[in-house]
């Protein structure tokens, strides 16, 4: 059952994401917990969770930061070294304060979208960044989001995103004055919805 609701995630996600539309020299981008940005084509990427470092000379060249899931966490703590740059965050998981909510929101998450295998890191990977996720719950990412300039920062949610970045966390980033874009057809994985946004955003 599983493995079956993992090859759906898969066609859907070749379905939904076809060539990629944003390849913006504009662009450093942080994927999602234990994926590797190579898949998505977003302009440049930092493959952070496999271990490359974080290097300043390719920030500086860019313009916007963006993070996707867990991406938008690290995007979130670049930016205080980087403040002029703009963050595009898409469903950011800002889970805090209990590691096993964490670890359950990622089992509804993976029940109710499947988690497609594509570009993700092999599990000789795992080790290092589950350590990484447990750092992750610990941080109080709410703190440091709102002490970016507003104007700095734009949201796009997966309309069908209910686990990671769902409505309590949407809700929550709308009261602290942030712009949301909702994105029609797009969960938490990737859609092709969020390179036609970011388009629109960058141009």
């Not at 060249?61 to 965050?89: C, P, R, T």
Request: contains cysteine.
């Amino acid at each position: 059952m599983v493995q079956c609701r993992i090859r759906i995630a898969e066609a859907r996600v070749r379905f939904s994401l076809g060539p990629p539309m944003v390849q913006d020299k504009k662009i450093i981008f942080i994927p999602g917990w234990m994926y590797s940005p190579g898949y998505f084509k977003l302009g440049e990427g930092i493959d952070i969770w496999s271990g490359e470092k974080i290097d300043q000379e390719k920030i500086n060249e860019k313009e916007y930061i963006i993070g996707h899931s867990m991406g938008a966490a690290v995007a979130v703590k670049l930016w205080f070294s980087n403040q002029d740059k703009k963050l595009i965050l898409i469903n950011p998981f800002l889970e805090q304060g209990n590691i096993l909510r964490s670890i359950i929101r990622w089992i509804g998450y993976a029940w109710y979208e499947g988690v497609y295998k594509k570009n993700r890191l092999s599990l000789k990977f795992f080790p290092e960044n589950f350590r990484k996720f447990k750092k992750h719950s610990k941080e109080n990412h709410w703190e440091r989001i709102q002490k970016i300039p507003q104007e700095k920062i734009t949201i796009l949610h997966g309309e069908k995103d209910l686990y990671l970045c769902g409505r309590v966390a949407v809700d929550k980033l709308k009261e602290i004055g942030l712009a949301v874009i909702e994105v029609e057809e797009a969960g938490h994985n990737w859609h092709e919805n969020f390179d036609r946004e970011i388009e629109k955003i960058i141009k």
